[in-house]
């Protein structure tokens, strides 16, 4: 092999982790801080942009409704390309795919940095949409395929909380970034934790052991994948006050759902296998993962317009969900040990919670705390459910599926919530809480529980395969 081929092969092969690094005893809990920086990286962006709406606005001279646009391009390109890059992933590598996505996620945010116009800051934030997705539908298959078995609900836990610790961060120091250095430093500041990622992912992610067959990519599915999320989303979000035409929208996300279904069942290599949704684990654990992001983002848009305190006030009431989602995603382990630890222990729990603010309005940082609690022992669970469940070799498809209904139940959860605050008049509030209550009822009675034979949740978490 010359110089030059094996130049090449080093863009587009998987590199091996140091030695001394893949000996470690430590070493998977390397990986899990790895992809922690993807995980935190991917919400801390989603909520640390909405801080930069108003000056987005007075900056560009636009209207408020078109800067809607800078964080629907956004969640538009990751959710309809998720489930492609995780198939794409189990094909090509992993570990190839993630680090590649931080280079796409960090350049873009150069560029979104960069912007001359509205214009251009949506495009550039399509493709950093196209990074996250690189990295969301990479996530939970590298934390699946690298962590003890033992371990792995622990490790999908601490993933799990540093995306709360994203969450919850993004409105403190986006508001902080904005009032001293202007809305690009919001963009701005994905660049240092990126280039930190790229480096960590070379020397401390394994390469893939098992990948799929290579077959053909699936370009149609992709294609009626992207118009099936994207005329969806954008007529929920028509739904909630953005001025597109909703009706034509739903028409065609329904015939581009039908169209993609008659095709993924005709065609050799599916994007979608709709073979795998017949496994009550994947097709019950995505309904919840759906209905479970919905409960989680439904707050984050309704106690803001619901306030009248302070900025800061609203912001440290906030911090309650995320705080408590982090507590019980890294301790719920050690607090429930055995079956009991089940998602949907956790999603009664978030229903607990959801539904204090109805019974007692006043009540709400508690209320808050004790929802997040229970979406942090019920999210780990659910995915660790799903991913479980996957055959041999679709990891990455499998967590591109998780990350995928995550990315629709955030836009419900946005999407339905703005509605009932427009329309909900002076218990607006109480009402928004009521449907999520019943959102989190659904992922309680939606989610199989996880008792097998051998009664402890870890037993039922051998049939997953790291190695």
């Known amino acids: 092999m010359d110089h030059g081929t094996r130049g090449w092969r080093w863009f587009v092969a998987e590199s091996p982790r140091p030695r001394r690094v893949a000996t470690w005893a430590g ?4 990986v899990i801080a790895t992809v922690c920086f993807g995980a935190f990286m991917g919400q801390f962006d989603a909520s640390i942009v909405t801080l930069a709406f108003p000056s987005l606005a007075a900056h560009f001279a636009v209207p408020p409704a078109a800067v809607e646009w800078v964080s629907l391009s956004y969640l538009l390109a990751l959710v309809a390309l998720l489930a492609a890059v995780g198939g794409l992933a189990d094909v090509l590598g992993r570990k190839l795919v993630y680090i590649y996505g ?6 873009a945010s150069v560029a979104c940095a960069l912007a001359p116009d509205l214009t251009a800051l949506v495009v ?6 196209v990074g996250a997705a690189m990295l969301q539908a990479n996530s939970v298959a590298l934390v699946v395929t690298s962590v003890p078995r033992e371990r792995m609900r622990t490790a999908l836990g601490v993933q799990a909380a540093a995306q709360a610790l994203g969450l919850a961060l993004g409105p403190t120091v986006g508001g902080l970034l904005v009032g001293t250095l202007g809305w690009q430093a919001v963009f701005a500041i994905n660049v240092p934790i990126g280039v930190v990622a790229m480096v960590a992912g070379h020397y401390l992610l394994p390469r893939t052991v098992e990948k799929s067959a290579r077959t053909r990519f699936d370009l149609p599915g992709t294609v009626l994948l992207a118009a099936t999320t994207t005329a969806a989303l954008l007529a929920l979000s028509g739904v ?5 035409p909703v009706l034509p929208l739903l028409a065609a996300a329904v015939v581009a759902a039908v169209l993609l279904w008659w095709w993924e069942r005709r065609v050799d290599a599916p994007l979608l296998d709709f073979g795998l949704l017949r496994a009550a684990p994947i097709s019950r654990g995505l309904l919840g993962a759906l209905c479970g992001y919905l409960v989680l983002f439904g707050p984050l848009v309704a106690v803001p317009f619901a306030s009248t305190g302070s900025a800061l006030t609203t912001g440290l009431t906030l911090t309650a969900l995320p705080a408590g989602f982090a507590v019980a995603a890294t301790l719920g382990p050690r607090l429930f040990p055995r079956a009991l630890a089940t998602a949907r222990v956790g999603a009664w729990l978030a229903a607990a919670g959801a539904l204090v603010p109805v019974v007692a309005p006043g009540e709400l940082v508690p209320a808050l705390a004790l929802l997040g ?3 942090g022992v019920f999210t780990p669970a659910n995915n660790a459910a799903v991913m479980a469940a996957l055959p041999a070799g679709k990891a990455g498809l499998g967590g591109g599926l998780v990350n995928t209904t995550r990315g629709l139940g955030t836009a419900l959860g946005i999407a339905i919530t703005t509605f009932v605050l427009h329309n909900g008049g002076a218990h607006a509030l109480r009402t928004t809480f009521a449907v999520l209550t019943a959102s989190a009822i659904v992922c309680a009675l939606s989610t199989p529980v996880l008792r097998t034979r051998g009664g402890t949740y870890t037993r039922w978490l051998l049939r997953l395969r790291p190695k």
């Open 240 to 244: 909630s006050g953005l001025e597109v």
């Open 27 to 30: 070493a998977p809990w390397l």
């Open 102 to 107: 931080f280079a796409v996620f960090t350049g």
């Open 124 to 129: 550039f934030r399509v493709v950093q949409g």
């Open 373 to 375: 609690f229970g979406l």
